[in-house]
């Protein structure tokens, strides 16, 4: 037997998921509020008489379908939250929750995951293993793939492989990234809260300043990643955040910093953090002032395991040869798939999805942010679906 070709279900099928896709649209939700969402996701994976499991990690959902015939488990995990964006694009599937948008591509993720379901559904009987569809909440707040591993969602079973994919706008529809090793830093986030002694603006002596204090802090931050990071590695120290005071005459007693952190390597990270520190301590300490620190650890790097690669790659050529494979690709966003592909070996890919010469090319997190869904949503199906085939439903 030869390997499945899907396309015709596919192109039988599409609109449907396109519509799917752009149903979510309509109706975006925040991290762990995504309650109509996963009532479809759900919905739909009991239709296609899955093992369904809701609640995982808050509004998290599990679909199970097992094979008839023993054989590995293949984790496919897809995330459904929307942003905190306005959306401006004037569609006829615009955002109709004020405030709230999709403007990351997740409801693309969803519909996409759920036609996988459907399609490997169909060749249950033909199945050696199991695949194990993770449809995990609150991605862009770096909270719902840690919820759901607090749950068990890599128990029983424990998949044997993870995939992953996004859909990605700084890449055109036709291009797929698929990368070896490290694609997308590490995030950690940061607040330091400098205190001082506040008082009047026109007797600062009698003062302890944590402005003062607090501005030589950004400037001395920058001296990391240009003087501590190795030049050969890379990483991101951005202060995003700066609040002190509310009066033109008044000193305050405290000002606060929060930022984020960006790196590929957790030795960086744990460099950087460390600076982070001796810095903010050290200036402080000379200008009469104390800090304090949190540093809160989102995610890691998304590192993909080159021997999961290989077999894509050979799958990707063979089903959709017209594609563009980028293998040099890397970003300094942070996803927390990367605790999937921490956990088990795995891959998270990107499917370019940007048109230019339709308009859909604003990036990720821009309230005018849309992708070529009629272009993506079959390549995309394709791809994820020939690529757990060939793990779970054998040739010959
Ligand atoms: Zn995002
Ligand atoms: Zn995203």
Aim: aromatic share 6%; net charge negative.
């Amino acid at each position: 037997m030869a390997p499945i070709d899907f396309k015709p279900r596919i192109a039988a099928r599409q609109a449907d998921w396109i519509a799917r896709r752009r149903d979510l649209h309509r109706h975006p939700e925040l991290g762990f509020e995504e309650v109509r969402t996963a009532g479809i996701v759900a919905e739909e994976l009991t239709r296609l008489s899955l093992e369904v499991r809701t609640g995982v990690g808050q509004t998290g959902v599990v679909g199970l379908l097992e094979g008839d015939a023993p054989g590995p488990t293949i984790m496919v995990r897809a995330d459904m939250d929307a942003l905190p964006i306005h959306e401006e694009n004037e569609v006829d599937y615009a955002s109709t929750a004020a405030g709230k948008m999709h403007a990351c591509g997740h409801d693309g993720h969803t519909s996409i995951a759920l036609a996988v379901a459907e399609l490997l559904s169909e060749h249950r009987a033909q199945m050696a293993g199991r695949v194990k569809f993770v449809f995990q909440p609150a991605e862009e707040i770096g909270k719902g793939a840690a919820a759901m591993l607090d749950d068990g969602v890599l128990q029983n079973p424990a998949p044997d492989i993870a995939l992953g994919l996004h859909v990605w706008n700084e890449v055109p529809v036709g291009s797929v990234a698929l990368v070896d090793g490290p694609m997308m830093a590490s995030a950690n986030d940061f607040t330091i809260w400098v205190r001082g002694s506040g008082g009047h603006g026109a007797l600062p002596h009698e003062t302890r300043d944590p402005i003062v204090a607090a501005s030589q802090i950004v400037t001395a931050l920058q001296s990391i990643v240009s003087r501590n990071v190795k030049p050969t590695d890379v990483a991101v120290v951005s202060v995003t955040e700066f609040q002190a005071g509310d009066s033109f005459n008044v000193i305050p007693p405290e000002a606060k910093l929060r930022g984020t952190i960006r790196s590929f390597d957790t030795g960086v990270r744990d460099m950087v953090e460390d600076r982070l520190r001796e810095i903010s301590q050290g200036i402080a300490e000379a200008l009469g002032c104390t800090v304090e620190l949190d540093v809160q650890r989102l995610t890691l790097p998304v590192v993909n395991a080159p021997e999961v690669n290989a077999r894509l790659r050979e799958v990707f050529a063979r089903v959709a040869p017209e594609i563009e494979l980028i293998g040099d690709y890397r970003t300094m966003a942070a996803e927390d798939m990367s605790y999937f592909v921490d956990a088990v070996p795995g891959t998270f890919f990107f499917v370019g999805s940007a048109s230019p010469e339709r308009g859909l090319d604003y990036p990720h997190h821009h309230p005018r942010f849309d992708w070529d869904d009629e272009r993506v949503i079959p390549l995309a199906v394709d791809l994820m679906a020939s690529a757990v085939a060939s793990y779970v439903l054998p040739v010959e």
